[in-house]
């Protein structure tokens, strides 16, 4: 029997990528140029066979970077730029780090691996990547403020659901995404451009959205993605005015009615809908119907190659797509014992339809309770008046926490109407929750603070 063939990055990439592009704020790089360019200045043969750290915080350079190393290193981590560098060294241990590609050499000099190469802006090289090996990628997980997991992937499994949609029809997508292509959600975009077919338009680093959008605009974005919390971002900026992309997807957090139907009403012609996927589950499925949560249907019935069940309240995915293991000294097991993953991600069957009501590890304790933050943000989203919440603990010494809230208000809302609006909110969650889920206390706030992964920035009040 003949060895299994072995694939790159590269190899996946379309023969005709005249006219495609990936760009961010500073330049334009062809793809057809990008199976020439190098950015490692002649060093690709260095990182034959090593564990490399990807830490570059430019993300074309990032973007070049994975295509030349991807099918020579043996394993590759691509480190997010806001990750703690008080994580580096648990991070470069666990993965066995040998190698380190970084725009800042100078900050890893002394960090231990033996390999340090300067990455530098794409220019041409004396002669193209060659595939050795089947590269491992790792990927870190968010949401946590401790150390992150380290995820296993392998190249094949995070391809799957972009080769099975098969290449793109018609006139070549123009893609978006306001993750950063070095976490999960990301790099699926920046995936289904380069190999699906396409032009890929980055973001910077701290970019205002009016600006993001504008280049999205003069690029000619047709197809976008990003959280909830981006989407109301947009929306409450005012700038989706004039930017008409055909399909917009949410996902990485729960996308509730109130923000569907923003984004249907901002952007008449496109296809809205939102998608689950995360590190370790991979990704999973999609909903198109315009509505919040997913049929019932959808679990205990293998669909394109997944499998869902729902255990103690969680939904649990097994599929070729999933991570194959964490990686550590201390990793715990990814699957149980027929090989699902527990998301942690809590839903609940209302009729013919699961509602996702929140994290399993974000629950809120009133008194020996269980709140779930989502599920009251969801009740006060979808007030007219309101543009996007926060629902969160507060010490309390009777029943030691209770629920308060903070809402920004939709432009137009004078501040005036501040107690009516209050009464309004508080009225709508005693008549939609129990007792002990109703805010305390409801505060007006300009802004709300979102995480490096574009989701809303929990803490307790």
């Known amino acids: 029997m003949s060895p299994r063939e072995v694939f790159a990055l590269r190899d996946y990439l379309s023969p005709d990528l005249k006219g495609r592009d990936i760009s961010d704020a500073r330049q334009v790089v062809s793809l057809t140029n990008i199976l020439g360019d190098t950015c490692l200045g002649g060093r690709l043969g260095e990182l034959s066979g090593r564990s490399v750290l990807l830490a570059v915080a430019d993300q074309l350079i990032s973007a070049v970077a994975m295509t030349e190393i991807d099918g ?50 794409p220019e041409r090289a004396e002669a193209g990547a060659k595939t050795e090996r089947a590269t491992e990628w790792l990927m870190l997980t968010s949401g946590t403020s401790g150390v992150p997991k380290i995820v296993s992937h392998t190249l094949e499994g995070l391809t799957g659901a972009i080769i099975a949609d098969g290449p793109a029809r018609g006139t070549l997508p123009v893609w978006a ?4 292509i070095r976490r999960y959600g990301g790099l699926q975009i920046f995936l289904r451009a380069i190999i699906g077919g396409g032009s890929m338009v980055l973001t910077e680093p701290g970019e205002p959205i009016a600006d993001y959008v504008t280049r999205l605009h003069a690029r000619g974005v047709t197809r976008i993605s990003g959280t909830p919390s981006h989407w109301r971002k947009l929306l409450m900026s005012g700038s989706a005015s004039g930017f008409s992309p055909r399909y917009v997807r949410l996902s990485g957090e729960i996308a509730d009615q109130a923000v569907l139907d923003g984004l249907s009403r901002a952007f008449p012609a496109a296809s809205i809908g939102h998608a689950y996927a995360s590190t370790e589950a991979g990704v999973g499925f999609a909903v198109n119907d315009g509505l919040e949560g997913f049929p019932a249907t959808m679990v205990g019935e293998s669909r394109d190659g997944v499998d869902m069940k729902v255990e103690d309240g969680s939904l649990r995915i097994r599929s070729v797509r999933t991570a194959h293991a964490y990686v550590g000294r201390h990793a715990p097991a990814l699957t149980d014992s027929e090989g699902f993953v527990d998301t942690g991600d809590m839903v609940e069957l209302r009729g013919d339809r699961y509602y996702f009501v929140g994290r399993r590890g974000g629950i809120i304790n009133i008194g020996g309770l269980k709140v779930h933050p989502e599920e009251i943000e969801a009740v006060i989203n ?48 005693r008549a939609s929750l129990a007792s002990y889920k109703v805010p305390a206390t409801i505060k007006f706030v300009s802004s709300l603070d979102m995480t490096a992964a574009g989701k809303l920035a929990r803490y307790d009040a």
């Open 72 to 121: 020579v290193a043996e394993r590759m981590l691509l480190c997010p730029p806001d990750l703690n560098t008080d994580h580096f060294q648990t991070l470069i241990e666990d993965a066995d780090i040998d190698a380190v590609i970084t725009d800042q050499p100078a900050r890893w000099a002394d960090s231990g691996p033996a390999l340090v190469v300067t990455a530098r802006a």
């Open 177 to 180: 995404t306001f993750y950063d």
């Open 382 to 429: 979808r007030h007219a008046e309101v543009r996007m919440s926060r629902a969160r603990s507060r010490r309390s010494p009777i029943t030691g926490a209770v629920v308060v809230a903070d809402v920004i208000l939709a432009d137009g809302c004078d501040s005036s109407w501040g107690e009516e609006i209050r009464h309004k909110i508080l009225a709508d969650c």
